[in-house]
């Protein structure tokens, strides 16, 4: 199983909206329905931001959201503040139900 | 409130078998829908999920470190543990433990560990 593809880095301005997308293929994210999205900040754990394409936990603010388009998925950040400057990882399901992968990482810049 | 706690050896000499454990508190290992995992994250690189266990004992593994890994469960002390043989530099990481939600209609990573570096050398 291979890494997800994602951009090595995306940037926007406060108030903004970025697009991070996460490419796979009909093996991994075109096959499932289990894409989720970590944020991770220097020298903490990843936190858990979506999961299942677009659901939201508990306490993840409305401006997160997520989707899926054939072997492609993405996650939108609207209104970026600047606590949203982080490093953001997507998953997914890989080959079978019992493997999963990661994606690279998106280092998140909020100029 | 669920926490996971990682503990083991920093260091570990190449060849040798690295082992690590995590505490689970605020929860039980016996919860049901959930798996329990290790993910791994070499400095400066992305994450690698290692491997998920259930409390019966039943375990997933990353098929790229099957032949080295082996995930352990000990449910009477809320604790779950992995051991990895044959290690080289390449197995320098972070090492993250993570409830892992493997049941039902549902799956993700969370919460996680606050990791521990784990560095091979001699």
């Known amino acids: 199983q291979s890494a997800l593809t994602q951009p090595r880095s995306v940037s926007g301005s406060p108030g903004q909206s970025v697009t991070i997308s996460c490419t796979g293929t009909?093996?991994?994210?075109?096959?499932?329905?289990?894409v989720s999205w970590y944020q991770q900040h220097p020298g903490t754990a990843p936190k858990l931001m979506i999961y299942d394409v677009t659901k939201r936990p508990s306490g993840v603010p409305d401006r997160f959201s997520g989707s899926k388009s054939g072997n492609t998925a993405s996650l939108t950040i609207s209104g970026l503040q600047a606590e949203d400057e982080a490093d953001y990882y997507c998953c997914s399901n890989a080959g079978s139900y019992t493997a999963w992968v990661f994606g690279g990482g998106t280092k998140l810049t909020v100029l | 409130q669920l926490q996971l706690q990682e503990s083991g050896p920093g260091l570990v000499k190449p060849s040798e078998t690295l082992s690590l454990t995590c505490t689970v508190s605020?929860?039980?290992?016996?919860?049901?829908?959930?798996?329990w995992g290790w993910i791994r994250q070499p400095p400066g690189e992305g994450l690698e999920w290692i491997g998920s266990?259930?409390?019966?004992?039943?375990?997933y593994y990353n098929p790229s470190l099957k032949s080295r890994v082996t995930i352990s469960v000990d449910t009477s002390k809320d604790q779950f543990s992995l051991k990895m043989t044959s290690v080289t530099a390449a197995d320098t990481a972070v090492y993250y433990c993570?409830?892992?939600?493997?049941?039902?209609?549902?799956?993700?990573?969370?919460?996680w560990g606050q990791g521990t570096l784990v560095t091979v050398s001699s």
């Open positions: 009909s093996s991994d994210i075109g096959g499932y329905n289990f």
């Open positions: 266990i259930y409390y019966s004992g039943n375990t």
């Open positions: 993570a409830r892992h939600r493997l049941g039902g209609s549902s799956r993700w990573f969370g919460p």
């Open positions: 605020g929860d039980s290992v016996t919860s049901a829908t959930f798996y």
